[in-house]
């Protein structure tokens, strides 16, 4: 054999670092700190799948932008001395203000080992109660309402179900952009057994698109509907009263409260904005099929009455008997990949560990298995409430470990400012610009994290499933795992034996024995029979599901036996309040404010920013309007906006769609002041409290709108970034070979050449301008290659970017390619807005196919590709079938 020809690497199986679907992945590294990266066909959520955002992992593994040194007041230092100055600091000010003046604030895309040893650090040994999660703006809705009516935080059912209900309700939750291969096992089980999708959302998504029926409700009216629904249950005789006799308990009151909001169809259509005809149609399917599997997530969740949303939706399960059996139950979806793992080692202010609270004998029992010198006997603050301690000065220390607060908290400008306060701000990153990463406290410090491809443990996906997510990278630089990070500092701190762990092994291990420690069935969460594992077992684990007792049998569903974790083992219907619609809405601020996610970005985009892939389908921050709204405004598509709250502002690019209701606007809040200038939706956002969980309202603050007249429009795209003076506003997104920024200016189109003579000094610049028109197009070269490019127009005429990034990919274009940069008239077509991310296939292609006599998403995947890898953009392409067709028949 020939010495030179080295084996492949072979591939690593590991989990999607994403969604809470929890795809399998196949990590192939090409040796180079890159990795070929493929859907593992033996994972059971995924079987070889995966969406646009799991198939372009490999585009954002480089080392651009990463954290690789700590870092102390923005200077870089040893290990030795930024953990020194964490200890020191915690042990001083603990001694100064009690232990009680530190708070943590975690995140569910910590690994479960990670999240276990802060927790324990915490909790057991500094002694604070103030540990809380990014979870408490993601799930803590749904595990309040799990506790209230199960007794225990257990997601009743399994994937499975969704392939074989015959009904899915899909309630405030945009799973085809946000699970989407979960939504494809839906879109299976329709095609295979005529499963009927329902879509409850106040915005018709391209996952309402999908639906048989969509309900485009008023915003927070869920309770109204699901209470409306119960009673018509109750009163077509379609109760399960054996299931409701033998193992529930509280129905009547429920019932009597249900019927006192919304009795019959038409008090349900009137408290919901929905017809009665839709309503009559959403309850009798319902009533008449067994098989429903009700799914939610953040429209639930994120509400200021989240916890009686999620309750509602439960009680016509518990009614109708229909949990814990093959296609049937309530089914929180979760959002992060380890959100689960978060919730059972107990990372939620008001959890202890591993699914126990605060009973006296709790935490005696938490104590004695932690030897914990300082356990806490209560719960903490919740993120909302400690970020306001924060500004009042009773929290002194905050460790921010996994998660971006600056971006993703509500009233984030505030929460930026109240830092400054801080006696000591700690941050664990992957990355060193992150909107948090360069926030500032009294005292600073940066702490780089092994980031995805670097770090080995587990995660729990939204069936309760265990994944291990492995290395198959280096460590880059001085980054160190989170656990071995937390471990370091409590080592300072004197507990050397408490967090001597030799690995990831070790501590899954103490983990799994404190689920099944004095446990004998009394706790949901068991997983005694991997409390033994030995390191090389641990490391080959495959996906399994929780429970997995020491005796006895794990479970794939819970509950079909009618036994809860409620002392008398039945569960609690719960009596829900009316729903209270968005307070504060004024003459200053008429209009509410929605906020969420687009298919192709993760949260602050720290990740798939980086990709060109990720980044072509939604480039620009944006504001989606209702056309009654926008025209007496004079808000065009296109127009750039400024939506104002009492708590903030940002400047987005308004799209007209009729996809919002009228008095709504939805914007993502993906973007932060390292992508844009003044897109970070967080700012704007209220977040008042759910009073039972504590999560924050994020889907409805009160908001208002006006254009904002810019003189200039236009885009430069730089081989590496570049900024733009102050007062301009821009949005940068990563594209083929460099970098790209949308842009708006008051200034001349002569000044703006002016500008670009200066900054590419010494370069070829070839330019075109017509500045009567108020137009300037100009293109660097470099020794022939071409390095910036830059377009220039009256905002009313800007100029699109679509084949300007498609010439910029090549280094060296053509003659012709040269021309059309300077034109704008490309001599070929342009392939307009990317809608198949995974094959670059743009929207113009897409409507020519489909001119061309394309009639089926299939036909169109036959014609370009699009949509034909991952099927995240299936819905998209559905939609512009009927538009081109008909386009073409007028
Ligand atoms: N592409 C992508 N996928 C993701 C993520 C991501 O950042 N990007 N993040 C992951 C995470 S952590 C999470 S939590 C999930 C979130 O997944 P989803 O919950 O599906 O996402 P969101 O867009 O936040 O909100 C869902 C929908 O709730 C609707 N809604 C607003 N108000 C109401 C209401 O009063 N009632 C009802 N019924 N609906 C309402 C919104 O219009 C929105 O369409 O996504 C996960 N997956
Ligand atoms: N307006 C509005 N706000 C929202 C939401 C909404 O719908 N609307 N949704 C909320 C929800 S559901 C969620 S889950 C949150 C998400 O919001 P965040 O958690 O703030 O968002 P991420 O961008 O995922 O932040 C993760 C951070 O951890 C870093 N990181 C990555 N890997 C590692 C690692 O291994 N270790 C460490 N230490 N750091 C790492 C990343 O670079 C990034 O900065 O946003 C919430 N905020
Ligand atoms: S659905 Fe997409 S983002 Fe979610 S885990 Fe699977 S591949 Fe990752
Ligand atoms: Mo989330």
């Keep these: 054999m020939n010495a030179h020809v080295q084996a492949p690497a072979a591939p690593v199986k590991t989990t999607c670092p994403y969604c809470g679907v929890g795809c399998g992945v196949l990590a192939t590294p090409d040796g180079q700190g890159g990795a070929e990266i493929a859907g593992d066909t033996g994972h059971p959520a995924n079987f070889g799948r995966l969406c646009s955002k799991g198939s372009a992992l490999g585009e954002t593994l480089s080392l651009d932008k990463r954290l690789l040194h700590p870092q102390v007041d923005g200077a870089r230092t040893s290990w030795e001395s930024a953990l020194g100055t964490v200890a020191g600091s915690l042990r001083r000010i603990a001694e100064q203000h009690g232990p009680d003046a530190i708070a943590f604030y975690l995140s569910g895309q910590l690994l479960t080992e990670d999240y276990y040893v802060a927790n324990k650090l915490a909790k057991g040994f500094l002694g604070t109660p103030h540990v809380d999660t990014n979870s408490r703006l993601c799930m803590s809705s749904a595990v309040a309402a799990h506790r209230r009516a199960f007794g225990s935080d257990t997601v009743p059912g399994c994937y499975e179900d969704l392939d074989e209900a015959d009904l899915i309700v899909l309630v405030g939750s945009n799973t085809a952009w946000c699970h989407p291969i979960l939504f494809r096992r839906m879109v299976d089980a329709r095609a295979k057994r005529g499963t ?200 002194k220390a905050l460790w921010v470990m996994g998660t971006n607060p600056i971006v993703s908290m509500p009233r984030a400008n505030q929460i930026r400012e109240s830092l400054k306060g801080l006696d000591l701000y700690v941050v664990s990153e992957a990355v060193a610009d992150s909107d948090s990463a360069r926030a500032t406290g009294k005292k600073t410090v940066l702490l780089p994290a092994l980031a995805w491809g670097e770090k080995d443990g587990t995660v729990t996906n939204s069936e309760r499933r265990i994944s291990r997510q492995r290395s198959f990278l280096k460590a880059p630089g001085e980054a160190r795992a989170d656990w071995q990070i937390i471990a370091d500092v409590a080592k300072r701190l004197g507990h050397a034996q408490a967090f001597a762990y030799s690995g990831t092994a070790a501590i899954f291990r103490e983990h799994a024995a404190l689920s099944a420690f004095e446990n004998n069935g009394s706790r949901d969460f068991d997983l005694g029979g991997m409390s033994e594992i030995a390191d090389a077992t641990y490391a080959a684990t495959p996906p399994l599901q929780w429970p997995l007792p020491k005796r006895g049998k794990g479970k794939t569903r819970l509950f079909a036996d009618g036994q809860f974790y409620t002392f008398d083992k039945r569960a609690r219907f719960v009596a829900v309040q ?250 070929t077509a342009s392939a307009g807005p990317t809608v198949c991310a995974c094959h670059g296939v743009g929207v113009d292609v897409i409507t020519g196919v489909i001119a061309a006599g394309a009639g089926t998403v299939e036909a169109v995947g036959a014609a370009c590709k699009a949509g034909t890898n991952c099927g995240s953009c299936i819905p998209e392409i559905r939609k512009l079938l009927p538009e081109a067709l008909a386009r073409n028949a007028a």
């Design 196 to 395: 009927k999708l329902v879509v409850i959302d106040p915005r018709r998504t391209q996952t309402g698109e999908e639906a048989d029926l969509f309900l485009g409700l008023k915003p927070g009216t869920d309770t109204a509907l699901f209470s409306g629904l119960l009673a018509h249950l109750a009163s077509t005789g379609s109760l399960d009263y054996r299931f409701v006799l033998d193992h529930t308990s509280g129905l009547d009151g429920a019932l009597e409260r249900a019927r006192a909001i919304a009795p019959n169809v038409a008090a349900t259509a009137a408290a919901t904005g929905l017809s009665e005809a839709d309503v009559a149609r959403f309850f009798e399917l319902f009533a008449r099929t067994k098989r429903v599997v009700t799914a939610f997530s953040q429209g639930v969740n994120q509400s200021a009455q989240g916890t009686d949303k999620g309750n509602a939706i439960i009680n016509c399960h518990l009614a109708t008997g229909r949990i814990g059996l093959p296609g049937a139950g309530p089914f929180s979806l979760t959002g992060q990949p380890n959100a689960m793992g978060g919730r059972e080692v107990g990372g939620l202010a008001n959890m202890l560990a591993a699914h126990m609270h605060f009973a006296p004998e709790e935490v005696d029992r938490v104590r004695r298995f932690w030897g914990a010198p300082n356990i806490i006997t209560g719960e903490g603050m919740k993120a909302v409430a400690l970020f306001e301690a924060i500004e009042r000065g009773k929290i």
């Design 578 to 827: 009316a729903p209270a619609l968005a307070q504060g809405v004024s003459e200053a601020y008429p209009l509410v404010l929605n906020t969420g996610r687009v298919r192709d970005h993760w949260h602050t985009m720290t990740r798939t920013g980086k990709s060109q892939r990720l980044s072509a389908h939604r480039a620009v921050p944006f504001v989606e309007v209702h056309p009654d709204d926008a025209a007496p405004l004079g808000l065009k598509e296109g127009d750039l906006a400024r939506i104002a709250t009492p708590h903030g502002t940002a400047t987005l690019e308004t799209m007209v769609t009729d996809a919002v209701r009228p008095g709504n606007l939805f914007a993502a809040f993906h973007w932060s002041a390292a992508t844009a200038s003044d897109a970070r939706v967080g700012a704007l956002v209220r977040g008042v409290p759910d009073p039972v969980s504590g999560q924050p309202e994020l889907k409805a603050t009160p908001a208002a709108i006006a254009a904002v007249p810019y003189r200039n429009r236009g885009f430069l795209l730089t081989r590496g970034e570049h900024g733009l003076p102050e007062g301009w506003w821009w949005a940068r997104a990563t594209i083929q070979g460099g970098s790209g920024l949308q842009f708006a200016t008051q200034e001349s189109s002569r000044a703006v050449a002016l500008m670009m003579r200066g900054l590419f000094q010494g370069h070829d610049l070839a330019e075109y301008a017509d500045h009567a028109r108020g137009r300037y197009r100009c293109a660097v070269y470099e020794s022939g290659r071409l390095v910036a490019c830059l377009a220039l127009g009256p905002a009313e005429a800007r100029p699109g970017w679509e084949e300007a990034k498609a010439l910029f990919a090549e280094a060296e274009p053509e003659p012709a390619a040269r021309r059309s940069l300077l034109s704008g008239r490309a001599e």
